[in-house]
Nanobody
Framework: QVQLQESGPGLVKPSQTLSLTCTVS??????????WNWIRQPPGKALEWMGAIDYSGSTLYTPSLKSRISISRDLYDNQFTLHLSSVTPEDTAVYYCVGDARPVADRTRGTWGQGTQVTVSS
C-alpha cells in the first residue's frame, strides 16, 4: 500500500523559497505511468493543482506558477521535492503531495499525504 508523507518548514518569510519534500513508501516513484503531484489549498479556497513529476522524471506545471515552481526527485530516497520561489502571503496554504495516474487535483482519486500547513509571514 502506497503512503506519502510531506515534510518541510511550516513558516516561510516573504521572498524566500519554499521547499517541501514528499517521501513515498510502499511503491517506487518510477512506477510506470504514475504522476507525483503537488496540490495546495489556501484558506477558504479550492484545491489548486500546482505541478507534477512523472515516473520518467518529466515535469508539468500549472501556467500561473511556471516562473516560480520546480519539482525534482531523488530515486535513492524515493522522494520528490517542491521548490516555490519568491513566496508571498498568498502562498499560505495546506500543501499536499499526491500519487495518481493523472496530474489532477481530485479528492476522490489518488493517494494523498496528510498535508502540511505552510504560512508565509515575516
Amino acid at each position: 500500500q502506497v503512503q506519502l508523507q510531506e515534510s518541510g518548514p511550516g513558516l516561510v518569510k516573504p521572498s524566500q523559497t519554499l521547499s517541501l519534500t514528499c517521501t513515498v513508501s510502499g511503491g517506487h516513484i518510477t512506477t510506470a505511468y504514475y504522476y507525483w503531484n503537488w496540490i495546495r489549498q489556501p484558506p477558504g479556497k479550492a484545491l489548486e493543482w500546482m505541478g507534477a513529476i512523472d515516473y520518467s522524471g518529466s515535469t508539468l506545471y500549472t501556467p500561473s506558477l511556471k516562473s516560480r515552481i520546480s519539482i525534482s526527485r531523488d530515486l535513492y530516497d524515493n522522494q520528490f521535492t517542491l521548490h516555490l520561489s519568491s513566496v508571498t502571503p498568498e502562498d499560505t496554504a495546506v500543501y499536499y503531495c499526491v500519487g495518481d495516474a493523472r496530474p489532477v487535483a481530485d479528492r476522490t482519486r489518488g493517494t494523498w499525504g496528510q498535508g502540511t500547513q505552510v504560512t508565509v509571514s515575516s
